[in-house]
């Protein structure tokens, strides 16, 4: 426990960070969430607030996440304000605006890891397998566009209605991950290393995050556009 809890206060504050260690620090902070979620660490500290205000944002990681409600990143990862540049859309998907986010995390900052977080129980992803015939979605259609081919891909693979929900959610991550890895200004941070682009997923009952592995080539065949 005395271990831990030294690792959660070195935390995000040593001084140089190396590529794939803001990964396993990140993979710690879920352990020790997991383990002590009902006395998880607060999400703020008041000196680095009025530090970042002073000097500004720099975070560590991109997280690529759902807007579910149920979901609260700096939590999940026992980290605090200012460790995490977050982009969330329902299902994850991005397009330009998103993207362009991405880009400027990267770019401006200490980023080294950017982590696409799907999760189960996936509304967005549910309502794909949903027949809307004859219902205005409004925008709600463009997001269900993007993740269709997750679920055209999963049907493929199995019949069950359980199983099919969690290959899609999986699917989609990967897919939300292959377009991100799509950026020529991401390029070179990957080429050299500097940068991971990694799928996981959150476990909404328990508060576990299992991370993808990474040399596995996108399942899902797209060709849209990224516009
Ligand atoms: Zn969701």
């Given at each position: ?62 997280i690529?996440t759902c ?21 969330r859309?329902?299902?994850h ?24 977080m ?110």
């Open positions: 426990m005395r271990k831990i809890l030294k690792y959660i206060k070195d935390f995000f504050t040593s001084e140089k960070i190396e590529v794939n260690s803001t990964l396993e620090r990140l993979k710690e902070g879920n352990l020790y969430f997991t383990s002590y979620m009902l006395h998880a660490a607060p999400v703020s500290n008041i000196e680095k607030v009025r530090e970042m205000a002073a000097l500004g944002q720099d975070p560590h990681a991109v690529v807007s579910d409600a149920r979901i609260s990143p700096e939590r999940i990862f026992n980290a605090e304000m200012g460790d995490f540049f977050i982009i859309t329902a299902g998907v991005v397009g330009p605006y998103e993207m362009g986010s991405i880009e400027y995390a990267v770019t401006h900052s200490s980023v080294d890891v950017v982590i696409v799907g999760h189960e129980n996936c509304g967005a992803v549910k309502s794909c397998i949903i027949d809307h015939e004859g219902t205005d979605l409004g925008y709600i259609h463009n997001i269900l566009e993007e993740v269709q081919p997750s679920i055209d891909k999963a049907r493929q693979e199995t019949n069950n209605d359980y199983d099919l929900l969690e290959r899609a959610e999986e699917l989609n991550v990967y897919h939300t991950v292959a377009k991100i890895k799509q950026s020529k200004i991401l390029e070179p941070y990957i080429n050299s290393g500097k940068l991971i682009v990694i799928g996981a997923k959150y476990g909404i009952a328990t508060g576990e995050v299992t991370f993808f592995d990474d040399t596995i080539t996108c399942p899902v065949v797209y060709n849209k556009k990224i516009d």
